[in-house]
């Protein structure tokens, strides 16, 4: 196995033929359904109806009734049963309907879950996972981004691809890893994001950012669907002359310190970026960082740019103004490039 | 609100109720109410103490409320609904036999199907509209869509998505009727999937041991998205929840409105006098997919055509028209009275602005009292 | 492990199960078992199967609980325990009844007031004492407190605070084994006030509709902190509450050992066979506070003393002699072998290191596995 | 009504014959429910017992049961009922046992109770208190410190007095507060802190931090039983000549921007203290707003110090050490005024 060292698939624009992020999601259950017999899903409407998105479409007919297990609407209780299973060896994942749900099962995560195996020993190797992400007219119910909560909880793990690629080696990796993993997939992403995706024996490994795109005047740190906001902004910004990279977060935690400090390194100019609201987000965790790992080499204030500190609206203008968008980015970017 | 809901006329309209709960055979389908004779168990004759125009308001509102679906997805499938469109096609009765026994000072908590309970205590249509297509004319001005909306004037309680989440919170409204001595009543509805989460256990519960004056429907209708009820729950009937609660469990035959009607009418008395809460389980049928995009493969098309006998519009209908309650005329008047309140109010909704993006940074807080404002 | 535990004898215990629930009036005290005549309901002679020595032991373990639970009180009152000690005096014969119906193989989660379970399942008194001490050598290294202790070696599984929420969990570990086709059960205990917590439901809903081999102990000790059970629950016995997952539902009295062990052992035949989940409703009393600050003084002296009449010790042990199945000498050699256990665990354990400040951060993520090591 | 300008009660040293900090609850309470009928009580075994902490003994008596609500053990119910009561126009107090289990009520508090008002209008005017915090040996189920998961939520307010004084005049603005309001009491600080309580007529606005101690050369903000530990290390400091200044947040949704900025103004230097772990903790957002708006006038990197990022174990050795005491304030101090 191998880890990958770049990933393709941000930033290449989409190709028709090549496919999209949520097969990759598809593949990597299916292949460590696979190549794990202790691998089970477990979900609403998972089965026979192969999940809202159709994440797990024709699964129950492949793996059978004792791989795929449709549940009674109850989150927590579905976490729950997935951490039982899971001290018996098995290695559950979870589906969320849309994230959204999860704060139903949010007891059983923080206080179960994520603090078993310092208490007592035991592994706690579920992954939870979900479609996330506005952009779609869900409203407040359905656009969440909830990261930033689980990111304050010591024993979780949180994941957030923007790309195919990224999207089937860190649910490999989130499978296969041996803690709770909250697993963030972006619905908006989900058949409009195309690009190759990694072979079966490639994880991308949990906590590693990566440079989505290389550059030297300013730095956007970003991940999930900021990514392609900055890939688009750093764009335009580049027929000015401007050279803005991109660092791809992907892992919120375990933060990669490492590849944070070398992007203000290069750049000294930082621009975070996310879709979830802009109070208590990851932002302030980054920014903090930059503050106290970074301070020297900062040659302007750590701009944030995120969702408004409001619930998601439903209506179209409403959303675009409080989700942000590659405009608004360009626009930060700009004033940070000018200081 | 029609004032007609205020009759207290005693019912005699017996409710099956079983108290001896059974075990499930695994994969067993719930029972269901029996097909053919529709309203059989009523007597002739104006029945329970419903005068004409109430009966025939019954039928108004059925009609408008399948019409307003019919509408709904007729806008979804035109783009121009831009969220989650979910229809209640099958199950007009339990909410509109259900809404129609509370009173004007009751307060209701509709979910995602319950459109005719919205219709009911009296929405103005074109909001209602307004709502799904997200204009600033509607009750969350555009913020919230599809049935995800309350009028505190009308005693409407907004649903969030989250299934069973209503259920504490109407109970928290029955729970302010009872500590200040009010006589009113509050009602909320859930689904045989959102049955199985902790807030409907929890708010039940509570309900149960404070005997608050809250009345639960559960609308049966076989499925929770593609779940079917006999892999949602074992128990024989839904209603059989009750006793772990304390409170009476009425099964009823949700496609029989006057049946409904008259279940949630005895409930509702019951807590209005002070006897506590009442779970009513209405058994019908969704006919059509989970929302829009569903066409519902996973769903026996001999069921669908089973129930298709007992729609309960059609039902209610011919035995208004048989019993001689009801004229051709009349038949006419309403039907065309409905088309033509659905066209215009339709027509005007669409025509409504929509909200201004920078108006959705207001309005987070709430303003006034002390903290806020100082 | 007692190898006793493995006897299949058939039981001829018929556990008190009413099918038809009845509604509480409000005020009403939960339904208590008949006080007098212990253990009436057994024939005469070696009852169902269990050889002398397992009815020796059954006794061995519920002394070992109090005299356990009675040395961690003394040791909260030494000052030598700094979080909660919460003690089940009066519960014995719930806790060691029903892990006593369980196997090596299988799994159980005791709860707060379950030191019996851990016992009988096979703990090291060292270690527990160590537990409650905060000690480096306890099965929690001092990260946790009191019986928040597991070891899957044992097949325990530790419980957080949050009430009901290792019923989920549990359900989840009979899922796998299910899933994987093995013939294990999994059990856990709730008390009459965590029953009203959301996870209750659901997990006890999917191990219904999923018939896992699953068996919930209530134990109705007649108050949840200061609350009593008629502010609790309406309904007229918790195990009212089955008929709503489509599951038996068992009442037993929770102070005759031998009438818990076998509708436990029953329970546990069934899911072992493959018919699902069972819930078992152990009526008894706490006979303490809700923990050692607490002198409960809210509970009717009255009820105390008629509650000290039905000990479950007590009426063991005078039935045990009573039909000469246990000797004087045999139990103060009993006696006195509790008393030398305990005097030496707790020594040992009060002689054990405290855990090094700088350990505390570690553990916190496992290791292994792709995710975490590259 | 006025507001309190300076509120007495930090950094005095206990008085024995002053009310404590759970008083100043206590009286809240009861003045509230005195002065307007629509507040009541609801929550676990406060009415017979009068709370697990005793904050409401004898209210039962004094108020009636229709005022004093004891429920089942339901948080979620609890947050709901109290939900749909505030709709019918009361102003319900919710009590957690423990505030570890508000994690039971999460979904009606972040779902239902948050966005109600933005969604479609009416006001829901409810307070969430209880205990919160360590250093009682409590565990990792009765030590949490929650505020940074709901200070992510728009829609909630996020309250955390550190005195007696703020205690009361927080909880009186709180109740009164048309918003939810997430009330943190810190059970250490219970019996330990004494000092004057503000009358009836005060209230200590939300949004208002304090300065607990003026100084020149560095500053803590903090909040919560971080303003002790600051206190503290700021007197240690002064006898060697230090200037340390403490400002005391109060309120952590809204934050006091124009009060953190104004700290960084006048010391240049900054540490960030709470007693919830580190990483996504409200020190992080803290950090943010200060990089981007007092970045040119920090003369150091801005510090944080917080708990570890850890489940709070129960063993006295490990609980010291994983939260922070007096000592390394000191420490972290030291090393910034160094700087
Ligand atoms: C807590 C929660 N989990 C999942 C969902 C997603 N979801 C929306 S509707 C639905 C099915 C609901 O079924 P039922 O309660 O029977 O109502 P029906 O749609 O049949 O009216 C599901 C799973 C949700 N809304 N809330
Ligand atoms: C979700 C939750 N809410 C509140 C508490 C605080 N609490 C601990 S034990 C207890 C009473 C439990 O009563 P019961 O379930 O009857 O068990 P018993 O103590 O009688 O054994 C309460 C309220 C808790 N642990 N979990
Ligand atoms: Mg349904
Ligand atoms: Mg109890």
Redesign the interface.
């Known amino acids: 196995m191998r880890a990958a060292e770049q990933s393709p698939g941000a930033g290449q624009g989409p190709q028709a033929e090549e496919p999209t992020y949520i097969q990759g999601i598809t593949e990597a259950l299916r292949e460590e359904l696979q190549s794990d017999p202790n691998v089970f899903l477990i979900g609403e409407d998972i089965g026979t109806y192969g999940g809202a998105f159709k994440v797990t479409k024709g699964f129950l007919q492949e793996f059978g009734p004792a791989r795929i297990v449709d549940t009674p609407i109850s989150e927590s209780a579905i976490v729950g049963a997935a951490t039982g299973a899971a001290l018996m060896g098995m290695r559950p994942v979870v589906e969320m309907q849309f994230i959204d749900f999860i704060s139903c099962g949010w007891n059983q995560i923080v206080n179960m879950a994520a603090k078993l195996h310092y208490r007592w020993g035991p592994s706690v190797p579920i992954t939870i996972r979900g479609p996330s992400g506005g952009y779609t007219h869900g409203g407040p119910f359905h656009s969440e981004n909830p990261e930033a909560w689980f990111c304050h909880v010591p024993g979780l793990k949180v994941v957030a691809p923007s790309t195919g690629w990224d999207a089937k080696g860190l649910l490999k990796a989130a499978i296969r890893d041996p803690n709770p993993v909250i697993y963030l997939e972006h619905k908006f992403l989900y058949r409009r994001i195309r690009g190759p995706l990694p072979g079966p024996d490639t994880v991308v490994p949990i906590g590693k950012a990566e440079v989505k795109r290389a550059g030297t005047d300013a730095s956007v740190i970003t991940y999930g669907s900021g990514v392609h906001l900055a890939l688009e902004a750093a764009a335009e910004l580049a027929r000015q002359g401007h050279s803005v990279e991109v660092l791809d977060l992907r892992t919120l935690r375990p933060l990669d310190l490492e590849a944070i400090v070398a992007t203000v390194e290069k750049t000294g100019k930082v621009l975070i970026l996310h879709e979830a609201h802009l109070t208590g987000g990851v932002g302030g965790e980054v920014a903090a960082l930059i503050a106290e790992h970074a301070f020297e080499r900062l040659d302007a204030p750590v701009m944030r740019l995120a969702s408004a500190d409001t619930p998601v609206p439903y209506s179209d203008a409403l959303e675009q103004f409080v989700l942000p968008d590659a405009a608004r980015v360009r626009q930060a970017l700009e004033s940070l490039l000018d200081y | 609100m029609p004032a007609a809901r205020r009759s207290r006329a005693a019912s005699t309209a017996a409710p099956t109720r079983r108290?001896?709960?059974a075990?499930?055979r695994?994969g067993a389908a719930h029972p269901q109410p029996a097909a053919g004779s529709p309203l059989a168990a009523h007597p002739s004759g104006p029945p329970f103490g419903l005068t004409r125009d109430q009966l025939h308001r019954l039928l108004y509102l059925m009609l408008l409320n399948r019409a307003f679906d019919d509408r709904i997805s007729t806008l979804y499938r035109q783009g121009k609904i831009?969220?989650?469109a979910f229809g209640s096609r099958g199950q007009e009765a339990c909410s509109v036999g259900s809404a129609f026994a509370t009173q004007p000072q009751d307060?209701v908590g509709p979910m995602i199907r319950n459109s005719g309970v919205i219709l009911t205590r009296g929405l103005d249509l074109r909001r209602f509209f307004a709502n799904y297509l997200?204009?600033a004319t509607s009750?969350?001005g555009?913020?919230?869509?599809n049935t995800?909306?309350?009028?505190?004037s009308l005693g409407i309680?907004?649903p969030?998505?989250?299934?069973s989440?209503l259920?504490?919170?109407?109970?928290?409204?029955?729970?302010?009727?009872k500590?200040?001595g009010e006589k009113r009543v509050?009602m909320t509805w859930i689904g045989d999937?959102?049955s199985?989460?902790?807030?409907?256990?929890?708010?039940l519960?509570?309900a149960?041991?404070?005997?608050l004056p809250f009345v639960l429907v559960l609308e049966n209708n076989q499925y929770?998205?593609?779940?079917p009820t006999?892999?949602?729950?074992?128990?024989?009937r839904f209603a059989?929840?009750?006793?772990?609660?304390?409170?009476?469990g009425v099964t009823v035959d949700g496609n029989d409105v006057l049946a409904v009607y008259f279940a949630v009418r005895q409930a509702v008395e019951r807590a209005r006098e002070g006897n506590?809460p009442t779970l009513i389980e209405a058994v019908t049928m969704r006919m059509k997919g989970h929302a829009e995009h569903d066409d519902a493969g996973?769903v026996p098309k001999a069921l669908v055509a089973e129930w298709e006998k007992r729609d309960p519009i059609a039902r209610y209908r011919q035995w208004l028209v048989a019993r001689k309650l009801m004229t051709q005329p009349e038949e006419h008047a309403l039907d065309s009275r409905v088309a033509r309140e659905i066209d215009l109010a339709c027509e005007q909704a669409l025509a409504d602005p929509?909200?201004?993006?920078?108006?959705?940074?207001t309005?987070?807080?709430?303003?006034?009292?002390?903290?806020?404002s100082?």
């Not at chain 2, 259920?167 to 009727?177: H, M, N, S, W």
């Open positions: 108290s001896a709960p075990v499930r695994p831009s969220g989650g307060v997200g204009r009750p969350t555009g913020r919230d869509g995800h909306l309350g009028d505190l309680v907004a969030i998505s989250h299934l989440a259920i504490p919170v109407l109970a928290g409204v029955a729970l302010a009727f500590l200040r509050a999937g959102g199985s989460v902790g807030d409907f256990h929890e708010g519960n509570m149960g041991v404070m005997r929770a998205y593609s779940t006999a892999s949602q729950c074992a128990a024989a059989d929840k009750a006793a772990g609660y304390g409170i009476p506590g996973y929509f909200p201004e993006g920078p108006s959705a940074l309005g987070v807080y709430a303003e006034g009292g002390p903290g806020a100082r």
